[in-house]
């Protein structure tokens, strides 16, 4: 279960020309209990609530470290650039994600694969093992940028990948330069170029959605790998509900009270859009049905309505706290035409 904690900006550095480090302080010196590979929520000083990786291992004192790609127009993003100052309390809740280390079985190698700062849970993950000291198991690391400049851990892996022989640092340019020697195009095909057999592998893929989506179809599809050991967590950025010219639904939620709240919302979207554009849900893992705290109870009459949910939908919605037949993931229904009226509200 997750819980909430305040934070103290302890610090802000850049990380190349796209992406910063932001350092966090825990007030009681203890902060939430994390893992490397998990995220978490922060809320900014304006209300929204933003998620992000631990790019750090856990520290005695519950410091955290997240980079954090600057985007042209995002409240996060503007935030950081033009008001966040150290000194500055927030409030965290969290932890969320399962794409925790797992250890390999001893015949079993490791491939790590990601986009942009996806490479910040990953580089925990290494951190952490690199901590604890004792034999590593044979790992590849895929990582994808599109110009060498947005590398910007580029030098503290390859010294990683110097002093551990059996981690291999691999960056891939999805649009690299004429005098590029490296890898180039998109870090999934990399992979499955490398290694067309992955029957004894375990992977864990951080990044971009659509990245994730395609590693998962590819590595189990073409190259054999187990899908119970395809581990990820994806984030998408924050959008607006309404794409241009899409149709306008009408979404029904209700409230604690028992009243009814008419929500807008764009056909081709997802549930979670709609209720996150309203405040009423907290969609923290991109949609990749890893967090759960989008859960909420659909109507009866509009249950039989929705498509059944997919094995990963269902395992997490075993595992939460008092089940119920009618709770589905808000980020797993994609609204339709069809959907105008639907009726939703918290979990009974």
């Not at 998620?51 to 997240?66: K, Q, T, V």
């Not at 599809?221 to 050991?229: D, H, I, M, N």
């Not at 899409?246 to 979404?251: F, G, M, N, Y």
């Not at 919302?265 to 967090?291: E, I, W």
């Amino acid at each position: 279960m997750s819980d909430h904690y305040f934070y103290t900006v302890s610090d802000i550095q850049p990380l190349g020309p796209q992406a910063l480090r932001l350092s966090l302080r825990a007030d009681d010196g203890r902060g939430m209990p994390i893992r490397a590979g998990q995220f978490f929520s922060l809320r900014l000083p304006d209300g929204a609530e933003r998620s992000y990786s631990l790019a750090c291992a856990p520290r005695a004192d519950g410091g955290l470290e997240a980079q954090i790609r600057l985007r042209d127009g995002g409240r996060c993003s503007e935030w950081l650039r033009r008001e966040a100052l150290p000194g500055q309390r927030l409030r965290l809740t969290g932890p969320y994600g399962d794409c925790v280390w797992q250890p390999p079985a001893p015949e079993e190698r490791v491939l790590m694969l990601a986009t942009g700062t996806g490479i910040a849970p990953l580089y925990a993950m290494l951190a952490e093992l690199d901590a604890g000291g004792g034999d590593w198991p044979e790992i590849d690391l895929y990582w994808g940028t599109d110009r060498p400049e947005a590398l910007y851990l580029e030098k503290e892996l390859a010294a990683l990948a110097a002093r551990r022989p059996t981690l291999r640092f691999i960056p891939v340019l999805a649009a690299a330069p004429a005098d590029w020697v490296g890898e180039r195009g998109r870090v999934q095909h990399a992979a499955a170029d490398r290694h067309p057999d992955l029957s004894r592998a375990r992977v864990y893929a951080c990044g971009a959605p659509a990245m994730v989506d395609e590693a998962r179809r590819l590595l189990t599809e073409s190259c054999g790998l187990p899908e119970a050991r395809f581990h990820a967590d994806a984030f998408a950025p924050a959008q607006p509900i309404a794409a241009s010219g899409a149709e306008t639904l009408a979404i029904r939620w209700r409230r604690e009270d028992g009243q009814w709240l008419a929500l807008p919302a764009a056909a081709g979207s997802r549930l979670a859009d709609a209720l996150a554009a309203a405040g009423l849900v907290l969609p923290v893992c991109g949609g990749q049905a890893a967090c759960g705290v989008c859960r909420v109870a659909i109507a009866p009459d509009w249950l039989e309505r929705l498509p059944e949910p997919a094995r990963r939908e269902q395992r997490l919605l075993a595992a939460l706290d008092a089940p119920h037949p009618r709770h589905r993931l808000a980020c797993q229904i994609t609204l339709h035409p069809g959907l105008n009226g639907l009726q939703a509200g918290i979990r009974p």
